[in-house]
C-alpha cells in the first residue's frame, strides 16, 4: 500500500504528539482532562487542516508551515495550535498570530500566508475568514447592510483587515476602510457617525506582540448583547466551513458607482477612512475618502467644558504617552 506525503506526516505526528502527551501527564505537567482532550482533538484537527482543499486555494502556504513544525518535532507547539479552536469571546476573538518571535519576523516580511506554523487555536487568515464569514451571513439575514473596519499596527493588522474586507465586500455589505492604524474609540466613532451596522477593529488589546484578533462592535458602537453574540456564534459562525468563504479584490467593490467619489452612493461599497488626503503607498482603489480624523477630533473637543482655562494652561502641562501598539501614534497628539 503506498503511504501519501501527508499520511506519513499524520502517523509521524501521531506517534510523537502522543509520546509527548504521556511525558507530560507521567510528570504531572497536563492534568487528566487536558490529556484527554489533547489526545482527541489534536492528530483530529491536524487532520482536518491537512484534508482541506480549500485551504490550498485560500492559503498556499499553510500545510507547508504543519508539516515543517510536524518535521522539527515541535510536538509541544502543535499540541497547542491543534488542541482546540480560538473562541468567539465577549468582544470578538483573539490568538497567537505566531507562536515565535522568528515566526512572527516571517509573518511580518512573507505577508498573511507565510510559511509558519497555524491551526484552528490560532489568529492567521483561514480562522479569521471562518469567524468573519460567519458574521457576514449573520449581517446579511439581518438586514444589516455597512461595516466599519479598523486596525493597529501589530505585525500585518492592515492586510488581515484588507482581507476581512474582501469577505464582506463578496457578501454585498458596504466597507468602510481606515487607510491606517486607528483608535478603537475612532472606529467606533465611525460606525455611529456613518450610520452603519457593525464594526471590526482588528486588534489583540494588551496581549504581546505575537498576538492579533478582532474586536466586534453593533450599529451603537458597544458590544453585542450576550443573547445576540450567542446567536451570531451558534447559528452563524459555528457553522461556517472553508467552502463558505468568498473573496472579491478591493479593486473590484463599488465599480457601478453613478458617481465613484460620492462615499454614500449606495452602489458605491468601498470607502475609505482617514485624513484630508490620501497617504503615500497606500492603494485607495480610486475610491473616495472621508476626513474622519477631523470629525472625530471636533466631536472630542466639544467634551471641553472650560476652553478658555484649556487655551491658557495646555502649554504650561507636560504629558507623557506610550503609543502601545501604534494606533494612537498619530490620534493622540493630533487631539493635544
Known sequence: MVISPDEAVLRAAEE?????????????????GLFDKALRNVIANMTTWLGDDNIDRLSPNLKDGIRDAV???????????FVDEIAFGTAGIR???????PELRRLN????????L??????????????????????????????????????????????????????????????????????VFGISHLKADLGILVSASHNDRRYNGYKLSAGTGSQ?????????YEDYIRKMT????????????????????????????????????????????????????????????????DKPMVSAWAATVPIGYCAYHGAGRKAIPRLL
Open 242 to 305: 472553508t467552502s463558505d468563504i468568498r473573496l472579491i479584490e478591493l479593486s473590484e467593490a463599488g465599480s457601478s458607482a453613478s458617481d465613484p467619489q460620492d462615499p454614500f452612493d449606495t452602489n458605491n461599497k468601498l470607502v475609505y477612512l482617514g485624513g484630508d488626503s490620501p497617504l503615500d503607498g497606500v492603494d485607495y482603489h480610486s475610491r473616495p475618502l472621508i476626513d474622519l480624523h477631523k470629525i472625530h477630533l471636533d466631536q472630542v473637543k466639544r467634551f471641553i467644558i
Open 224 to 232: 453585542f448583547e450576550p443573547a445576540e453574540r450567542k446567536v451570531i
Open 118 to 187: 497555524k491551526g484552528p487555536n490560532t489568529l492567521n487568515n483561514i480562522v479569521l475568514l471562518l469567524k468573519s464569514a460567519g458574521v457576514a451571513r449573520y449581517a446579511v439575514a439581518m438586514g444589516l447592510q455597512s461595516v466599519v473596519i479598523g486596525f493597529d499596527s501589530r505585525v500585518q493588522g492592515q492586510e488581515f483587515a484588507h482581507l476581512i474586507a474582501r469577505l464582506f465586500l463578496a457578501n454585498g455589505l458596504k466597507i468602510f476602510l481606515f487607510d491606517e492604524a486607528c483608535p478603537y474609540p475612532e472606529m
Open 95 to 101: 490568538g497567537k498570530a505566531a507562536m515565535t518571535d
Open 109 to 116: 516580511d512573507e505577508g498573511i500566508d507565510a510559511r509558519i
Open 16 to 32: 510523537g504528539i502522543t509520546a509527548y502527551l504521556e511525558d507530560q501527564h507521567r510528570h504531572g505537567k497536563i492534568d487528566q
Open 71 to 81: 518535521g522539527e518535532e515541535r510536538w509541544a507547539v502543535l499540541t497547542e495550535v
